[in-house]
């Protein structure tokens, strides 16, 4: 009878302690852990950024301590006014050196650690948050090429596209001015590439790879071959044609629901990967940049038509 006694205080005791002691610990660690994951996320990461955003989005953002903006246009241009805080760009700044005379390849991908150094440069870290915007004399796929080769180097998920760019910031009357800013050089760790870009190979086997689909992105009269480039008229076979200047309206901004029904009729279906291809690796990124948009996976072919012509990877046709 005694034991019996024991045990039972024994389980009171035992229970008391755990209900008065253990409980409210465990509780409040539980509390602690779901405010961190409210304010950290899943190891800390940051949440992807929208891929496009608006100048009223810019503008309330502008101040942000670990914002980079980046404009792409002329030297003269930028000078002349820009963005406050917006750094200068060019695709020149992030491409390799080539001569025309020696047959280099045009918009060449430069090594990565080459990248890293200029990105830095500009101010660019690991947990930066960039804004590319274009200037008002260039054209849609200079700006594009950029985001692009910053998704390349790992930076996507952080980099946004100005719609309409630096047009649709005057349009606003938002504030331009000729200052430089003091950049402070950023700090990006080495990772590896996002495998973006593909070779004239790979362009060979897109026609056997289920759910792919092979977009030119050059003008009718190249892709129809009534005007030639690198010395042969037509298109890679098995190509579709979505125009670079389709992707954007005549003030260079971007609706998604247009995009929608242009992929649609050229045959492109949601669950496609688009790998696309122009002149010289510039053009292609707007539909690249509209794909992604839209969701679906993107390769690009660098090389592009200078690549397959001149280098005589395969036939064309009309």
Not at 96 to 121: F, I, Q, V, W
Not at 265 to 277: E, F, I, L, Q, S
Request: glycine share 8%; proline share 6%; hydrophobic share 40%.
């Amino acid at each position: 009878m005694m034991r019996d006694m024991t045990t039972h205080t024994r389980r009171l005791v035992v229970g008391s302690w755990w209900t008065v002691k253990i409980q409210p610990c465990l509780r409040h660690l539980a509390q602690i852990a779901t405010i961190s994951t409210m304010l950290c996320g899943p190891a800390a990461a940051q949440a992807p950024s929208p891929l496009l955003v608006d100048v009223d989005w810019l503008s309330q953002h502008l101040s942000d301590r670990n914002l980079v903006v980046l404009h792409v246009g002329a030297r003269a241009e930028y000078d002349a006014g820009h963005i406050p805080g917006a750094r200068f760009i060019s695709e020149d700044d992030v491409s390799k050196p080539h001569d025309m005379a020696r047959g280099d390849l045009m918009l060449e991908m430069p090594a990565a650690a080459d990248l890293r150094t200029t990105l830095a440069s500009l101010g660019i870290s690991d947990n930066s948050r960039i804004v590319v915007y274009l200037g008002k004399n260039l054209g849609f796929p200079s700006a594009t090429r950029i985001v692009l080769t910053l998704d390349y180097m790992g930076l996507g998920a952080q980099t946004s596209l100005l719609n309409g760019g630096l047009a649709a910031w005057l349009r606003s009357e938002h504030p331009v001015t000729k200052d430089r800013p003091r950049v402070t050089p950023g700090t990006l760790n080495a990772r590896e590439t996002k495998p973006l870009i593909v070779d004239a190979e790979f362009v060979k086997s897109v026609a056997s790879r289920p759910n792919h689909k092979l977009i030119d992105a050059r003008a009718p009269v190249f892709y129809q071959g009534i005007e030639p480039t690198f010395s042969k008229s037509g298109h890679i076979p098995g190509a579709i044609n979505i125009p670079f200047t389709d992707v954007v309206d005549g003030e260079q901004k971007v609706d998604r629901a247009r995009l929608e029904g242009l992929f649609s009729r050229a045959g492109v279906k949601p669950a496609d990967t688009v790998v696309a291809y122009c002149h010289i690796g510039q053009q292609a990124t707007a539909v690249i940049f509209a794909a992604r948009l839209l969701g679906h996976p993107v390769l690009l072919y660098d090389g592009a038509f200078q690549d397959w012509a001149s280098a005589n990877r395969g036939p064309v046709e009309k």
